[in-house]
């Protein structure tokens, strides 16, 4: 397989729906939020084509607490990370690498978590390529998907029960273990 070479791509802001319609077409989820703090997209030099996205977003309260209780409010979550099929082998941690240094640059946050899921086989190598801290399985948590099998998270804007969940037509897929991984950017 190719290696990608640093001097043919590079990483920016991307457009949030650009990188939600990459996430929707690429990523197991099909979907997030409707919002971004970060938004960086990996783009290929000689046609400017977004080629992958690193999706940051505030963690709830208690997942933020847990990995820096003092500064919780400055945490933030690495949510979708995903680089298109036959996009050279190190693209995600040139993706990674580059999006932890722009967030840094920021100076906004000084911790990320993030989690990398069993049920998809990821036992994230791409965080301890990158220089995560490994913090241990966390779960299981159920996974819930709408009629158009995209995951839908039941802490939204609010927490909603499982009746609740199953009133808007959701359905429980299973329950999930994930790892969990912390870097302090301080």
């Not at 290696?3 to 929707?24: C, F, I, N, S, T």
């Not at 969940?165 to 991984?181: D, I, Q, R």
Request: with cysteine.
């Amino acid at each position: 397989m190719t290696r990608l070479k640093a001097e043919d791509w590079y990483v920016q802001e991307a457009p949030l729906a650009e990188g939600q319609e990459l996430v929707a077409r690429y990523h197991y989820s099909k979907g997030g939020s409707n919002t971004a703090v970060y938004m960086h997209g990996l783009y290929q030099k000689l046609t400017n084509e977004l080629c992958g996205v690193a999706w940051w977003l505030p963690p709830t309260r208690v997942a933020a607490e847990s990995v820096n209780k003092e500064h919780w409010k400055q945490v933030l979550s690495l949510t979708r990370l995903v680089i298109v099929p036959g996009v050279p082998a190190n693209a995600c941690s040139f993706l990674m690498s580059r999006s932890i240094k722009l967030i840094k640059k920021g100076a906004r946050f000084v911790s990320l978590v993030t989690y990398a899921d069993e049920s998809q086989g990821h036992t994230g190598s791409i965080y301890k390529a990158t220089n995560w801290t490994y913090i241990g399985r966390t779960g299981p948590y159920p996974r819930w998907q709408d009629s158009n099998g995209r995951q839908v998270a039941p802490k939204a804007t609010v927490n909603r029960t499982k009746a609740q969940m199953e009133a808007l037509g959701h359905v429980k897929t299973g329950a999930f273990y994930k790892h969990k991984f912390v870097m302090h950017l301080k």
